[in-house]
């Protein structure tokens, strides 16, 4: 089993900066990609932005540019750093990590741009 936690959501203007961030414990070396999805009521989940243990990283097209995955392998986190914030950002953002078959979900963090 893997766990995680998520934390770093919040309140930001436009053009603002937030940091995400996921830990992850448990199996930890089962895991072979992290990533960070989003959520808005109604809507599937999608992803933002993933990266493997082998550090290829992957964007979807509506943050390239302006959000950058990283990880510290000494402490199983994943970070979403999230620049040149936009309204249409605002949503609930969930940390997943992909171990053997399975998916491990974060609780989720809210963040929301204000115009």
């Known amino acids: 089993q893997v766990q995680l936690v998520e934390s770093g959501g919040g309140l930001v203007q436009v053009w603002g900066s937030l940091r995400l961030s996921c830990a992850a414990s448990g199996n930890v070396f089962s895991v072979n990609r992290m990533g960070w999805y989003r959520q808005a009521p109604g809507k599937q989940r999608e992803l933002v932005a993933a990266?493997?243990?082998?550090?290829?990283?992957n964007y979807a097209d509506f943050v390239k540019g302006r959000f950058t995955i990283s990880r510290d392998n000494a402490k199983n986190t994943v970070y979403l750093a999230m620049n040149s914030l936009k309204p249409e950002d605002t949503n609930v953002y969930y940390c997943g990590a992909d171990w053997a078959s399975f998916r491990s979900w974060g609780q989720g963090t809210h963040v929301t741009v204000s115009s």
């Open positions: 990266i493997s243990t082998g550090g290829t990283t």
